[in-house]
């Protein structure tokens, strides 16, 4: 079973420019996820879809970030314009049910940020 | 406050020593809680789920334990390995929510 993909895997960017990141989850997976992990922090989860339907993007910081999955299976997450805080790994996460069960979420490799 | 809190926050140890590290939660009904192992540069991966009604459940060298009474977990590496070198996430899902709570961490080192 392929695992979810992530691409890029690591992005340079001066502040104030735009930077998209993609996800593919496991095929299936009808959740996905983005978390947002700082340095020596756990993740903290961006946006939440069900299926294409957001369940969960009350942590989102809706003034530049805005994610997508259209078609119910990719999903794009944008940053526009970009802060210096906005360093950090990028991580997304699908699973078969909506979370706050038993499920396993799967992991990307994540996309690394730099905001310079 | 529904928390997950980890200890140590890092840890240095010799290969081929034990270790344990620890997980408290304050999260109220408590349904599962999961153990991730997450290499530098990689996501987490699942190592193991704790229930409510389990104690104990071993993965290899890694063997994780459950106290419903004093919420506190712990997972427990045997006979470590220089590939065990990764942070360790302790996780419980928010009650009533569709959202997860993960702890900060503990980032183990394994030096030969």
């Known amino acids: 079973e392929a695992g979810v993909a992530q691409s890029p895997r690591y992005k340079i960017i001066e502040k104030r420019q735009s930077v998209a990141f993609w996800c593919n989850p496991i095929s299936g997976h009808a959740t996905l996820y983005w978390y947002q992990q700082i340095l020596g922090q756990g993740p903290k989860l961006l946006i939440q879809f069900q299926n294409n339907g957001v369940v969960d993007d009350s942590q989102l910081p809706k003034d530049r970030f805005s994610a997508e999955r259209l078609k119910g299976v990719d999903s794009t997450l944008k940053i526009q314009p970009a802060k210096l805080e906005d360093s950090a790994v990028y991580l997304c996460?699908?699973?078969?049910?909506?979370?706050?069960?038993?499920?396993?979420?799967?992991f990307g490799p994540g996309t690394r940020l730099l905001v310079l | 406050k529904n928390q997950v809190e980890q200890s140590p926050q890092s840890l240095i140890i010799l290969e081929g020593k034990n270790c344990t590290l620890q997980c408290n939660y304050t999260v109220s009904p408590f349904s599962n809680l999961r153990w991730y192992k997450q290499d530098t540069g990689r996501g987490p991966v699942s190592l193991t789920i704790?229930?409510?009604?389990?104690n104990t459940k071993s993965n290899g060298r890694y063997t994780a334990t459950l106290d419903a009474d004093t919420k506190q977990s712990s997972l427990h590496i045997t006979a470590s390995q220089l590939s065990d070198s990764a942070s360790y996430i302790c996780v419980v899902p928010n009650p009533g929510t569709y959202k997860y709570i993960f702890g900060t961490g503990t980032r183990l080192k394994v030096l030969a």
């Open positions: 704790m229930t409510f009604s389990e």
């Open positions: 996460a699908s699973s078969t049910l909506a979370g706050g069960s038993g499920e396993t979420q799967y």
